[in-house]
């Protein structure tokens, strides 16, 4: 791998670098950025590669990549990093039936945000690099890289969750709730339970895991094909909702095993077994059932099964050492919170090594950073207030470890360090972009994502210093590209700081529209504010935001204290308090605008979707006249109404803190909202049930309260789409421009 990293890097004679918005496209006036535009194809960011993996010798990389003139539509295409040729490896379109997906596939693919995607979302290299496994429509096929492509399924069911095993021996999946196995080319046979009830499902993640764990898998193969551990979950104690998904020409009715905040959970077990289903075994996860199984991994030389058992509080993780021959378990060691009104924060960023140690990310001094376990003892590798985020691949040969970082708060950079803990990291990127990165399995390529405001996505092979060998996509914006003829009007972001009321600065950032001296303008405010998302970055925004300053509008976002990136102290004060600190820390955002002399200070209109649109219904109800004008997409209402896993986690148990649920809800308060508000939600949304909007249009009708509303049959919480989304903005504005929030004549 190696000598094929330098050879190729010898013949690049000039350097890998891309001009952001080509200087000869800026002379030309550009046309408005329509939203028509905006969501129509090509996408105006350029390829948006997806899924990069190396095969396992090294020779080629694959990806998922988009159509030019669908692009929701992904093919799988290799690249050959010897000679440098990319060729299309499965065709979705030729290859695909384009049959319906079972209503469970539909439902996983919303889990995994990518229920909006076409043809191939997903796939696996085989072990000996001999051919690739890729489900599309509901079945599965072996794509082999000298053209062919075998079908290894052809049922009128959906194979959910398709795997081929470790050594490549066997491929699974899951089928009418259980686990199939079998010989690479021969027929599966299921290997679980038949004639169980029907809310006993095996092999599958349960709904909080694929919703807000980031686990998907239901069942992991052992590193020599060996064993499986397979999940059993039953759902019986978890509370029935019936959810009507409304569309267009009809209405659907699901009874949907919901686990509302305060209520039970599935009980999940875990057994071990072999490929046949023989000579099962139970894994002991303890007396208490009522936890949550976070992550399973096996121990690279198969002694071990590793389980993170995480309590129903979410304030410790218990990761229980367990011997696959009999499923007893010891706990290995226990990660607690980093402060008592906290929550313990899941991550993928870990890795078992060969040595019997493990490389580990923990809070625990008040910033994300790595750890070392070895012999019953902690090493810290990393430190400093730049929290650590991703854990980007380990090369236990050289002794090193890549991972990326928080840099200046609104960029991420990429650097490497040595496991043993000595030498200083190396930065391996740009710091005038913010970068993310991925690697093969032995941490011996590089795969760099890279944008800043001007410059949209390019992606690049490295070596394991950062040197670059070849583009990926080096997505100039030039010729051709779907950008560039509106260069001339691109806006570079403003960005800056004010002060929280304790003193704590907040980011912002700032999009202005053409002005006129002695004019004021009309500010469109987005905001997120919940846990997680950062949306203050130097990153490439997106053409969204252009099309909206193209309007005539300055567009405005901050991060308010709850946001990742930032550290333990910075997310704290969303403890039990949803709908409090970050609606203060937005409202100093709305009195920072007002006092700008180009903004109106009567023309601030304020937006967001999900918890966004939580967002402003309680800024709406606390500061009456502060804002112009809301709307609200898709909001949680009722916190009652959300899942255990994401809801708890902040909140508490609302049959231990019901007070704190009252005061986080948006409905008692509903008949304080003053401002014009709209109101959108999707009719057949399974994340946040159309309860939470319907419980609130019922208490503003008996109130006599005016407001407006927007909402889509059919639709789940994503409300998107080359014609739904410019229907969603073009009634925002039209909103906007019944109230008056419109720019100066």
Same mark, same amino acid.
């Given at each position: 791998?190696?000598?094929?990293?330098?050879?190729?890097?010898?013949?690049?004679?000039?350097?890998?670098?891309?001009?952001?918005?080509?200087?000869?496209?800026?002379?030309?006036?550009?046309?408005?950025?329509?939203?028509?535009?905006?969501?129509?194809?090509?996408?105006?960011?350029?390829?948006? @590669?997806?899924?990069?993996?190396?095969?396992?010798?090294?020779?080629?990389?694959?990806?998922?990549?988009?159509?030019?003139?669908?692009?929701?539509?992904?093919?799988? $295409?290799?690249?050959?990093?010897?000679?440098?040729?990319?060729?299309?490896?499965?065709?979705?379109?030729?290859?695909?039936?384009?049959?319906?997906?079972?209503?469970?596939?539909?439902?996983?693919?919303?889990?995994?945000?990518?229920?909006?995607?076409?043809?191939?979302?997903?796939?696996?290299?085989?072990?000996?690099?001999?051919?690739?496994?890729? @489900?599309?429509? !509901?079945?599965?096929?072996?794509?082999?890289?000298? !053209?062919?492509?075998?079908?290894?399924?052809?049922?009128?069911? %959906?194979?959910?969750?398709?795997?081929?095993? &470790?050594?490549?021996?066997?491929?699974?999946? /899951?089928?009418?709730?259980?686990?199939?196995?079998?010989?690479?080319?021969?027929?599966?046979?299921?290997?679980?339970?038949?004639?169980?009830?029907?809310?006993?499902?095996?092999?599958?993640?349960?709904?909080?895991?694929?919703?807000?764990?980031?686990?998907?898998?239901?069942?992991?193969?052992?590193? +020599?094909?060996?064993?499986?551990?397979?999940?059993?979950?039953?759902?019986?104690?978890?509370?029935?909702?019936?959810?009507?998904?409304?569309?267009?020409?009809?209405?659907?009715?699901?009874?949907?095993?919901?686990?509302?905040?305060?209520? +039970?959970?599935?009980?999940?077990?875990?057994?071990?077994?072999? @490929?046949?289903?023989?000579?099962?075994?139970?894994?002991?996860?303890?007396?208490?059932?009522?936890?949550?199984?976070?992550? /399973?991994?096996?121990?690279?030389?198969? &002694?071990?099964? =590793?389980?993170?058992?995480?309590?129903?509080?979410?304030?410790?993780?218990?990761?229980?050492?367990?011997?696959?021959? %009999?499923?007893?378990?010891?706990?290995?060691?226990?990660?607690?919170?980093?402060?008592? +009104?906290?929550? /313990?924060?899941?991550?993928?960023?870990?890795?078992?090594? #060969?040595?019997?140690?493990?490389?580990?990310?923990?809070?625990?001094?008040?910033?994300?950073?790595?750890?070392?376990?070895?012999?019953?003892?902690?090493?810290?590798?990393?430190?400093?207030?730049?929290?650590?985020?991703?854990?980007?691949?380990?090369?236990?040969?050289?002794?090193?470890?890549? =991972?990326?970082?928080?840099? !200046?708060?609104?960029?991420?950079?990429?650097?490497?360090?040595?496991?043993?803990?000595?030498?200083?990291?190396?930065?391996?990127?740009?710091?005038?972009?913010?970068?993310?990165?991925?690697?093969?399995? #032995?941490?011996?390529?590089? =795969?760099?994502?890279?944008?800043?405001?001007?410059?949209?996505?390019?992606?690049?092979?490295?070596?394991?210093?950062?040197?670059?060998?070849?583009?990926?996509?080096?997505?100039?914006?030039?010729?051709?590209?779907?950008?560039?003829?509106? /260069?001339?009007?691109?806006?570079?972001?403003?960005?800056?700081?004010?002060?929280?009321?304790?003193?704590?600065?907040?980011?912002?950032?700032?999009?202005?529209?053409?002005?006129? @001296?002695?004019?004021?303008?009309?500010?469109?405010?987005?905001?997120?504010?919940?846990?997680?998302?950062?949306?203050?970055? #130097?990153? $490439?925004?997106?053409?969204?935001?252009?099309?909206?300053?193209?309007?005539?509008?300055?567009?405005?976002?901050?991060?308010?204290?709850?946001?990742?990136?930032?550290?333990?102290?910075?997310?704290?004060?969303? =403890?039990?308090?949803?709908?409090?600190?970050?609606?203060?820390?937005?409202?100093?955002?709305?009195?920072?605008?007002?006092?700008?002399?180009?903004?109106?200070? +009567?023309?601030?209109?304020?937006?967001? $979707?999900?918890?966004?649109?939580?967002?402003?219904?309680?800024?709406?109800?606390?500061?009456?006249?502060?804002?112009?004008? !809301?709307? &609200?997409?898709?909001?949680?209402?009722?916190?009652?109404?959300?899942? %255990?896993?994401?809801?708890?986690?902040?909140?508490?148990?609302?049959?231990?803190?019901?007070?704190?649920?009252?005061?986080?809800?948006?409905?008692?308060?509903?008949?304080?909202?003053?401002?014009?508000?709209?109101?959108?939600?999707?009719?057949?949304?399974?994340?946040?049930?159309?309860?939470?909007?319907?419980?609130?249009?019922?208490?503003?009708?008996?109130?006599?309260?005016?407001?407006?509303?927007?909402?889509?049959?059919?639709?789940?919480?994503?409300?998107?789409?080359? #014609?739904?989304?410019?229907?969603?903005?073009?009634?925002?504005?039209?909103?906007?421009?019944?109230?008056?929030?419109?720019?100066?004549?």
């Amino acid at each position: 791998m190696r000598s094929v990293l330098a050879a190729v890097a010898l013949s690049l004679s000039t350097c890998l670098t891309a001009p952001a918005l080509a200087e000869d496209t800026m002379a030309v006036e550009a046309p408005t950025l329509s939203f028509e535009r905006v969501f129509a194809s090509p996408g105006l960011d350029g390829p948006a @590669p997806r899924q990069v993996r190396l095969s396992p010798d090294g020779r080629y990389l694959t990806l998922l990549r988009n159509r030019a003139d669908d692009r929701d539509r992904y093919d799988l $295409w290799g690249y050959d990093i010897e000679t440098r040729e990319w060729r299309m490896l499965v065709d979705s379109l030729a290859l695909g039936s384009g049959r319906e997906l079972s209503e469970d596939e539909k439902m996983q693919r919303e889990r995994a945000r990518v229920a909006g995607l076409k043809g191939i979302i997903t796939y696996q290299w085989a072990s000996d690099g001999a051919g690739v496994l890729v @489900p599309l429509d !509901g079945d599965l096929y072996l794509a082999r890289l000298d !053209g062919t492509v075998t079908r290894l399924t052809d049922t009128e069911g %959906t194979e959910l969750n398709p795997k081929l095993s &470790s050594k490549g021996g066997y491929v699974s999946f /899951v089928r009418d709730r259980r686990l199939w196995v079998g010989p690479v080319g021969s027929e599966a046979q299921p290997i679980t339970p038949a004639g169980e009830a029907e809310t006993i499902r095996w092999g599958e993640a349960e709904f909080v895991a694929q919703e807000e764990m980031a686990r998907l898998q239901g069942y992991w193969w052992s590193p +020599d094909d060996s064993r499986i551990v397979v999940q059993c979950t039953d759902e019986a104690s978890v509370g029935i909702v019936t959810r009507a998904a409304i569309g267009a020409k009809g209405t659907k009715v699901f009874d949907q095993r919901y686990p509302a905040a305060g209520t +039970d959970n599935a009980v999940v077990e875990l057994y071990v077994m072999n @490929p046949d289903g023989s000579a099962s075994v139970k894994v002991d996860l303890g007396l208490d059932l009522d936890i949550y199984v976070a992550r /399973v991994d096996w121990a690279p030389d198969g &002694s071990a099964i =590793y389980v993170q058992r995480q309590d129903r509080a979410q304030t410790k993780i218990d990761v229980l050492r367990v011997d696959p021959a %009999t499923g007893a378990s010891t706990i290995w060691f226990t990660e607690s919170a980093a402060r008592p +009104d906290y929550w /313990v924060n899941l991550s993928d960023n870990y890795r078992f090594l #060969k040595d019997g140690s493990l490389l580990w990310w923990s809070e625990r001094d008040g910033y994300g950073h790595f750890y070392r376990f070895a012999g019953g003892q902690w090493q810290q590798l990393t430190s400093g207030t730049s929290p650590t985020t991703t854990l980007v691949g380990v090369d236990e040969e050289a002794g090193t470890f890549t =991972y990326q970082a928080t840099e !200046g708060v609104l960029t991420q950079q990429i650097y490497r360090a040595r496991i043993d803990g000595t030498g200083e990291p190396e930065l391996l990127t740009d710091p005038a972009f913010t970068n993310s990165a991925s690697m093969d399995g #032995k941490g011996r390529l590089l =795969y760099v994502t890279r944008s800043s405001p001007n410059q949209p996505p390019q992606s690049y092979l490295a070596t394991p210093d950062g040197k670059q060998v070849a583009w990926i996509e080096e997505n100039r914006v030039e010729g051709e590209h779907p950008y560039a003829p509106f /260069v001339s009007s691109h806006v570079t972001p403003e960005f800056g700081t004010i002060a929280a009321e304790d003193g704590t600065p907040l980011h912002w950032m700032m999009l202005k529209p053409k002005m006129e @001296p002695g004019k004021r303008y009309p500010v469109f405010f987005q905001h997120y504010g919940g846990p997680g998302p950062q949306t203050v970055t #130097k990153g $490439w925004g997106g053409a969204l935001a252009q099309a909206v300053v193209d309007k005539g509008y300055i567009f405005f976002q901050l991060d308010n204290r709850g946001s990742a990136n930032r550290g333990v102290d910075f997310e704290q004060p969303l =403890y039990r308090a949803m709908g409090g600190a970050e609606v203060r820390d937005q409202k100093a955002g709305a009195q920072f605008l007002k006092a700008l002399d180009f903004v109106d200070p +009567d023309k601030i209109a304020t937006y967001g $979707w999900s918890y966004g649109g939580y967002m402003t219904l309680k800024m709406l109800e606390a500061d009456p006249g502060l804002y112009a004008a !809301g709307i &609200s997409g898709a909001p949680v209402t009722r916190w009652e109404l959300y899942d %255990t896993h994401y809801t708890e986690r902040y909140m508490g148990n609302p049959r231990e803190v019901p007070e704190a649920y009252e005061k986080a809800s948006a409905i008692p308060d509903a008949t304080k909202i003053a401002d014009p508000l709209l109101l959108i939600h999707g009719m057949a949304d399974d994340n946040v049930v159309f309860e939470n909007s319907s419980e609130l249009i019922g208490v503003l009708q008996e109130n006599n309260l005016p407001f407006e509303m927007m909402l889509y049959p059919g639709y789940t919480h994503r409300v998107s789409g080359e #014609k739904i989304g410019p229907h969603v903005w073009n009634s925002i504005f039209r909103f906007l421009e019944r109230h008056g929030v419109t720019p100066p004549k």
